[in-house]
T-cell receptor, first 112, second 112 residues
Framework: DTEVTQTPKHLVMGMTNKKSLKCEQH?????MYWYKQKAKKPPELMFV???????INESVPSRFSPECPNSSLLNLHLHALQPEDSALYLC???????????FGQGTRLTVV | GEDVEQSLFLSVREGDSSVINCTYT??????LYWYKQEPGAGLQLLTY?????DMKQDQRLTVLLNKKDKHLSLRIADTQTGDSAIYFC????????????FGAGTRLAVHP
């Protein structure tokens, strides 16, 4: 099983809303990632969690708040987003020191 | 610095071989990857190569790495219409996390 599951698949939210994206994997991976992919662009790293602790924050605005409640789950809490935050948000996981990183299908977020 | 470059578009006839090229600038890259992304979907890991290797073959896929020229290529033999997608080259640095730096992606169009 190399599956990373993201919910919801699509999300439309207003600029004053609070919403959360969820990511789940059951491969026993201890590193989990959030990437952002704008239309017609490559994915860009946002956050890395290792053993449930935030290890890398790529200078992401505070309106994006990650959370890793346990080794299988990764959340991204969204608050007061801007229309330019509309993108495909991808979750990935890997075993530390293992080169294989597996991605979910993404959540397509539209901010109106 | 980290920079990965790819040509943006490739068109091939069904049954022919496709060769997608990539150049990278960081000589400390540990692993180099090829991911496939179909429209509206997440990223599928196709293959990866360790930086001290020069070739890796996996069924229809052949990866060639020229470390001196920092050039990576992906050859798809007997290209099928189902291979139509965007192909991303990516590199990761030495360390415990798979912080992936992606190229812009090459759109492969397969026609009859």
């Amino acid at each position: 099983d190399t599956e990373v599951t993201q919910t919801p698949k699509h999300l439309v939210m207003g600029m004053t809303n609070k919403k959360s994206l969820k990511c789940e994997q059951h491969m026993g991976h201890r590193a989990m990632y959030w990437y952002k992919q704008k239309a017609k662009k490559p994915p860009e790293l946002m956050f890395v969690y290792s053993y449930e602790k935030l290890s890398i924050n790529e200078s992401v605005p505070s309106r994006f708040s990650p959370e890793c409640p346990n080794s299988s789950l990764l959340n991204l809490h969204l608050h007061a987003l801007q229309p330019e935050d509309s993108a495909l948000y991808l979750c990935a996981s890997s075993q530390r020191a293992n080169p294989e990183a597996f991605f979910g299908q993404g959540t397509r977020l539209t901010v109106v | 610095g980290e920079d990965v470059e790819q040509s943006l578009f490739l068109s091939v006839r069904e049954g022919d071989s496709s060769v997608i090229n990539c150049t990278y600038t960081d000589s400390s890259s540990t692993y180099l990857y090829w991911y496939k992304q179909e429209p509206g979907a997440g990223l599928q890991l196709l293959t990866y190569i360790f930086s001290n290797m020069d070739m890796k073959q996996d069924q229809r896929l052949t990866v060639l790495l020229n470390k001196k020229d920092k050039h990576l290529s992906l050859r798809i033999a007997d290209t099928q219409t189902g291979d139509s997608a965007i192909y991303f080259c990516a590199e990761s640095m030495r360390g415990g996390y798979n912080k992936l730096i992606f190229g812009a992606g090459t759109r492969l169009a397969v026609h009859p």
